[in-house]
């Protein structure tokens, strides 16, 4: 692990920006930084936490996540993005990160903490499953156009 991590919220517009490059890591697709800023905007209305590793004053980790409820688990987190830039994958910042949306989880007295993975990522799958996740069932997506 990179000496000197700091987690915490993401709440200023320039933190957003500062976190573009990274969060376009997992989500390549992401166009530009505006229409990035915008969505975060939107999301966050919808209960939405964007949480930041920092190391040596650059963000290196993003963990985004929302408090849920429904029938199924009751009160839960869910993780919709996590993501570790590149050169600090497995030095233990995403371990970091999502424990850190699991405290969240706790401190607001959910029932279950849920992320979803893709099925061809392999090796997210393990590191989920080495932090006590269990995959339960599979996520069925149609594109609505």
């Not at 209305?45 to 650059?58: E, F, K, M, S």
């Not at 830039?85 to 233990?92: E, F, K, P, Y």
Request: hydrophobic share 45%; with cysteine; glycine share 8%.
């Amino acid at each position: 692990m990179p000496s000197q991590v700091e987690i915490k919220n993401i709440e200023s517009g320039a933190d957003m920006e500062a976190s573009f490059s990274v969060m376009k890591e997992l989500r390549p697709h992401l166009s530009d930084c505006a229409t990035y800023i915008a969505m975060i905007e939107l999301q966050r209305t919808q209960g939405y936490r964007l949480l930041a590793a920092w190391c040596d004053g650059a963000i290196v980790g993003l963990a985004g996540y929302r408090l849920q409820d429904n029938l199924i688990y009751g009160r839960f987190i869910y993780v919709d993005d996590l993501v570790v830039t590149a050169s600090l994958q497995r030095t233990g910042c995403g371990e970091r990160l999502l424990q850190a949306a699991r405290l969240q989880a706790i401190a607001l007295h959910c029932k279950h903490f849920v992320l979803d993975t893709g099925l061809h990522m392999m090796l997210a799958q393990r590191f989920y499953f080495r932090q006590g996740l269990l995959a339960q069932g599979m996520h069925f997506v149609e594109l609505i156009t």
